[in-house]
């Protein structure tokens, strides 16, 4: 059974090396602080809006990830389609969680660590762009296909303090995975808001568009509500 809907596989994943220096003063400041934020805790519930009809997993699923030390922590699955979870299920998600990336504004400089190319200024907000994302920054069941997306951040003042607001990871164009498929589109949009002196990630939208084999394609749509803990 599949208890891992898109959003959570196509999460970015590690990536070892540290944030590119970057012109701007303002983005260099928040990137700084993505990278010396620690993990939060947080309740989240996933709700498939659209899916493959081959898909019989669970179209809504709701865990909780409890902070264990600056970057470690554990998961615990509380419901799936607003049902308390059988053993095997529990223990099914034990073992994909061990492996689950912790998302948040801690992985913001990760993702984010090329210079961006372009600097806009709309309605107050400012911009950026990156017109390709960096090895191992978004994985799929199918691969690495960071090199095929590219990124926009917004940046606007909350409260005096200006903070990365929205995170939006997209594909241009059509591209391949591993020869066999096609990603026809692809879009993840990330929403945080200010939470004490750091934003949290507080939403998370997901499409994708694939062409594939053996029934494996299709059109997904997810969405995420975290709740800060």
Do not use: C
């Not at 470690?72 to 969680?97: C, N």
């Amino acid at each position: 059974m599949r208890l891992i809907p898109l959003l959570a596989l196509l999460s970015v994943s590690a990536i070892a090396a540290p944030a590119a220096a970057n012109a701007d003063p303002v983005l260099k400041q928040l990137l700084a602080e993505s990278a010396k934020a620690p993990v939060t805790g947080f309740e989240r519930s996933l709700r498939a809006e659209v899916r493959p009809d081959s898909d019989k997993g669970p179209a809504q699923y709701v865990e909780r990830f409890t902070p264990t030390g600056p970057a470690s922590g554990r998961w615990t699955l509380i419901s799936l389609d607003g049902k308390a979870p059988t053993a095997k299920q529990v223990e099914q998600h034990r073992k994909t969680s061990a492996e689950a990336v912790i998302p948040g504004f801690h992985r913001l400089h990760l993702v984010l660590s090329p210079t961006p190319t372009k600097r806009t200024e709309v309605g107050g907000r400012t911009v950026y762009l990156w017109p390709s994302l960096p090895e191992g920054a978004v994985t799929t069941p199918g691969g690495d296909i960071s090199r095929n997306l590219s990124a926009e951040a917004t940046v606007e003042d909350a409260g005096g303090k200006p903070i990365i607001s929205k995170v939006r990871i997209f594909a241009a164009k059509p591209f391949k995975i591993r020869g066999i498929a096609t990603m026809n589109s692809f879009e993840v949009t990330s929403q945080y808001r200010l939470n004490g002196a750091l934003p949290v990630l507080v939403s998370q939208t997901s499409q994708s568009d694939v062409k594939a084999p053996f029934g494996f394609g299709g059109v997904r749509k997810s969405v995420i509500t975290y709740r800060p803990l």
